[in-house]
């Protein structure tokens, strides 16, 4: 029996819908001849929160990198709605409609805040790019140093520029590295609040994250990284019972 002829435009729609944003299938990752990530599988959900737990040195920030290709040599497959990009070029990767926030910010200094928000290319639908004001809206200490360079910004305004700079550019899939690390209180809780903020947009987030108490509340499900692998994943739901293997692995 022909099964493939047998499905309706409904159901090969439903099909195409579930498939994962992210798909990620034995990951090898290299920087130089160090072996840095051994055979990486993780599945995220258009709309999910997903949060990569582990301790410093465990490959998670590596995981980011070699999604956009800035590692040395990958192996195995990473597919962005659908399509496979292993083999494609960093700018290739990011107009699949993914923004990178990394660790290190990366903002223009010598530039203003509202200039570092106009210079971001769009790399998804225009229409999914925020505009300057409803970056302000979400970022009101962006507004008031909009003409502020960024040396003169503070580590959690330098921290929502980088976030708000990725958003202006209409990627739909963010990958954000630390966010939360090193700020004040109130700078975090600011972050907690667009993240539950955006996913109420539909964004799709992938978070590093050092600080449990930051993303357990937030995330759907969490992976937990160990020398370059996977050792445990789960869901909101079973985030209680992990807390023992979670504070073995994690120390938290």
């Known amino acids: 029996m022909n099964t493939v002829a047998e499905l309706n435009p409904t159901d090969e729609k439903q099909t195409a819908d579930a498939e994962p944003l992210l798909s990620i299938s034995q990951l090898q990752a290299w920087y130089g001849e160090s072996h840095i990530l051994h055979g990486v599988d993780l599945n995220v959900s258009r709309g999910e929160v997903v949060t990569l737990l582990g301790r410093n040195g465990a490959g998670r920030t590596t995981t980011l990198r070699a999604i956009m290709g800035l590692t040395g040599r990958r192996t195995g497959s990473i597919r962005i709605g659908g399509r496979e990009t292993i083999g494609m070029p960093t700018h290739r990767i990011a107009h699949c409609g993914i923004g990178y926030c990394p660790e290190e910010r990366g903002i223009f200094s010598s530039l203003s805040c509202e200039e570092?928000?106009?210079?971001?290319?769009?790399?998804?639908?225009?229409?999914?790019?925020?505009?300057?004001?409803?970056?302000?809206?979400?970022?009101?200490?962006?507004?008031?140093?909009?003409?502020?360079?960024?040396?003169?910004?503070?580590?959690?305004?330098?921290?929502?520029?980088?976030?708000?700079?990725?958003?202006?550019?209409?990627?739909?899939?963010?990958?954000?590295?630390?966010?939360?690390?090193?700020?004040?209180?109130?700078?975090?809780?600011?972050?907690?609040?667009?993240?539950?903020?955006?996913?109420?947009?539909?964004?799709?987030?992938?978070?590093?994250?050092?600080?449990?108490?930051?993303?357990?509340?937030?995330?759907?499900?969490?992976y937990v990284m160990e020398h370059g692998r996977i050792v445990e994943h789960f869901g909101a739901s079973a985030l209680e019972s992990k807390m023992p293997i979670l504070h073995d692995l994690l120390g938290v």
Do not use: W
């Open 116 to 222: 570092n928000l106009l210079l971001p290319p769009s790399v998804g639908a225009t229409t999914n790019a925020m505009s300057i004001d409803e970056i302000y809206e979400m970022f009101p200490n962006l507004k008031e140093r909009r003409a502020s360079q960024g040396t003169r910004l503070s580590g959690g305004e330098q921290q929502m520029l980088a976030v708000a700079r990725i958003l202006r550019t209409g990627a739909n899939l963010l990958l954000l590295d630390e966010i939360s690390e090193g700020l004040a209180p109130v700078i975090v809780q600011a972050l907690a609040r667009m993240i539950v903020t955006l996913k109420s947009r539909g964004y799709t987030i992938v978070m590093v994250e050092q600080n449990f108490r930051f993303a357990a509340p937030l995330a759907d499900r969490f």
